[in-house]
């Protein structure tokens, strides 16, 4: 189906709407990624999350077909700061400003405050990815253009996304995260058997500390309550307030996410004596668990090890998924079988005297990733070595 030549700025998602957004959403060769359909950004939006207050304004571009259909979409925010976004920045921005520069605004194309990757040039099936694609991006170009913003930023994309940004002349940056593989394990003991004795040892101790005294219970679909989202969400704010960071979701964006997302929730909660004490959040995708938020209200030895780690693995066996991607940073879980793997994102600068730098900045950057990515698993491998 050929795409017009126009493209559309939708100030908010609901104005492209549901069906419109997941036909585009649905494609099957993104395997159901939650991130970027529209229950969830639509969420983010009515709960107060991503909106202009908070610094992401919603500037989503849709292109149609020769039928008046939404044949593409892009979420696309602009942003007055760098916060939630977990692909770093900062620096470009302070070097920036402090040359006489202005970095904000900027445009975004994410899924707000999720450190997945997922794409985010999305076409219906029948719709040509190449002509999508192109059409999008020459509007977020415009886009920098009308609003004077700094560039155009994609975080998190998919590799061919990466690729084919970098074709078209944009900076291409390499980062990295770590993420469990299904390697056909039977069940959690079988992924044990491929560890070293030295680290199955230490996982079977952890498990049996964590779990002295405490009831696990993973809930998901008609499962989850209000009782679970209340207590939840305290966890969720506690985290924020101890690690001195910015509670982005609101109370009602979690009660969004169960009323409208349930089927793809799992939330494995601890309980003792009848008290919920933690909590792990993570959302399911057709090919991979993807853990999102984590919080406790008392310390358990190695209990966020078992609610994030332990029984995302455990859960992911058994329903035959064959990736968990536990969020950003943290070289601790490759002792827990969590290997690294690299994730991506693109940039266009507009002003050429930030971009050059930025581009020597990227190459030099991406190599310094992909040495510290062999050499970590080589050194630090929890498998057993033939």
Wanted: charged share 25%.
């Amino acid at each position: 189906m050929t795409l017009k030549p126009a493209v559309r700025v939708a100030r908010r998602i609901a104005e492209i709407g549901r069906e419109a957004w997941d036909a585009c959403a649905d494609n099957p060769a993104y395997a159901g990624n939650p991130f970027i359909r529209y229950d969830f950004l639509h969420a983010l939006e009515e709960a107060g999350c991503a909106v202009e207050r908070t610094g992401w304004g919603p500037q989503h571009l849709a292109v149609e077909d020769e039928a008046g259909r939404v044949g593409a979409v892009m979420p696309l925010y602009l942003k007055s700061h760098s916060q939630g976004e977990y692909i770093f920045d900062h620096a470009w921005a302070d070097a920036y400003e402090r040359a006489g520069g202005r970095y904000y605004p900027k445009l975004l194309s994410a899924a707000p405050f999720v450190p997945a990757t997922g794409p985010r040039m999305l076409a219906r099936p029948d719709v040509d990815t190449g002509e999508a694609r192109r059409l999008l991006t020459g509007g977020g170009l415009s886009l920098c253009e009308r609003y004077d913003a700094s560039g155009l930023n994609l975080n998190f994309v998919t590799g061919d996304e990466w690729r084919w940004l970098g074709e078209q002349g944009l900076g291409l940056r390499e980062g990295q995260q770590y993420h469990w593989e299904n390697r056909g394990y039977a069940d959690f003991e079988a992924f044990l058997a491929a560890l070293s004795s030295g680290r199955r040892k230490t996982i079977r101790r952890e498990r049996r500390d964590a779990q002295a005294g405490v009831e696990i219970h993973r809930l998901t679909g008609a499962d989850l309550t209000e009782d679970h989202w209340d207590a939840f969400f305290h966890f969720y704010m506690d985290t924020g307030s101890r690690k001195w960071g910015r509670p982005y979701l609101t109370r009602p964006f979690f009660s969004m996410l169960g009323e409208r997302m349930a089927d793809r929730v799992l939330l494995v909660m601890a309980r003792r004596e009848g008290r919920w004490i933690a909590g792990a959040l993570n959302l399911i995708g057709g090919d991979c668990l993807y853990g999102r938020h984590w919080g406790c209200v008392e310390d358990v030895p190695f209990l966020h090890f078992e609610l994030c780690y332990y029984q995302a693995i455990e859960w992911a066996i058994e329903q035959g998924l064959p990736r968990v991607e536990a969020g950003a940073q943290g070289q601790h879980k490759i002792a827990r079988g969590y290997l690294p793997r690299p994730v991506y994102s693109a940039h266009w600068i507009a002003d050429p005297m930030l971009r050059g730098p930025v581009e020597r900045f990227l190459e030099q950057e991406r190599e310094g990733v992909e040495q510290e990515m062999e050499w970590l698993e080589e050194a630090y491998t929890p498998f057993r070595q033939e």
